[in-house]
DNA sequence: CTTTTTATTTAGCTTTGCCTAAAAATTGTT
DNA sequence: AACAATTTTTAGGCAAAGCTAAATAAAAAG
């Protein structure tokens, strides 16, 4: 079975905003994050319904069904196998690889992603730290957590980025923070809870909006 | 500027046809090469008229313009950078790369298609023998002829097929016919057009049929 | 427990790209 | 040249996916 692009970014968003949230997910927060209006939305979610995709009970927001589910699952697959490709074999920049993304994760081709999943030594996870599901649609979820979070002198390894946005990503460039960097929390600041943090050889201090965006896990 | 994937496709279409024949490409041979209505194609014509990507005059047929032609052809360097893709690098076999091409050409991004390029080592022709235009749009055509068309023990060389349809395809796999093979015809019957050649070192007869649709180059 | 605010849905309109059926123009044939 | 056949265009409609504005339901506030 066969979905339209608009049918795919819509499950995708839904998968997304389910996984944040562990409750139904709203009208509203669907149309912010598609950028589009909630009466677009309304009438999108109709169209799910029918297909089965989603359950909706009028005014009480939508879940994802099994199918919808694993729908989402495959997009998101072929959304970060083709960002590895990008940056590992093509030489992209990990901050630019979105949009283009958004774009090879609609080809239809099952074959296709089985054969660059093979060429590209099937990765576990993307540029920014995301794991990709295999084609059963099993991952693992790392039990990751914010950096704000972390205890003091602890090493933590960077697993990956809240946001994803060139700004962000060039700055942790900047700062030589890349998926697999060590990082300790030398120290806080209670006021503002700003830190200082050592990533593998360097000490930087950073801000609290900084250390909420990125995604460690123990070591 | 940016046009829509059925734009696209209208315009790879109708340079197809201007190469083919000479003469102005009909509204009927459009819709043919699209499997579309009549109809249809007059509707998109008007619009791809108002961009000023083809010359229209009503009745007379259409012809791209400067503007209309690089589009066309830039679709059709992106579809065969493609190929060599699928087939160099994910080990496709060159009859089953033409659909997924066929999406992967819509993809929207001038630094992939240069990154993509490189990364395949500015390949000049693609699993079929035809020339990929460069980033200017500039290819040479290459002076092929048909193989039912050649002298007798003559050295030629297969540069590609006419007919790109699987069936061909792997029925030249079977007989070790590729790109790049040596073929001479050692004989040919004047009843029904049917040959004997020589390919690198297999002797196999083939029907008009078959000799129409391989392009050789004289070597 | 009303009232106000917010969220959601409905109704109706737009654009893109396609369709069928009918009309008009062109081409081919006596 | 006049009729027939073919090609092309027009007219009117449909489905997808979006929009605005209005109506309705739910949630929050008094």
Redesign the pocket.
Known sequence: MKY????ENYLKAIFHLQQAGSRGV???DIAEAME????????????LAAKDLVNYV??Q?VSLTESGRSTAIMVIRKHRLWEVFLVNKLDFPWDKVHDIAEQLEHIKSEELVTKLEAFLDYPSVDPHGDPIPDQHGNFKQTQKRLLVKCDLNEKYLCVGVKDSSSEFLRFLDKKHINIGSNITVLSKEEFDDSMQIQVDDQKHFISKKIAENIYVSAQ
Chains 1, 2 share one sequence.
């Open positions: 339209s692009r608009s049918e709203s009208t509203n589009t209006k909630a009466s677009s939305v309304t009438d999108m979610i109709k169209k009028k005014y927001g």
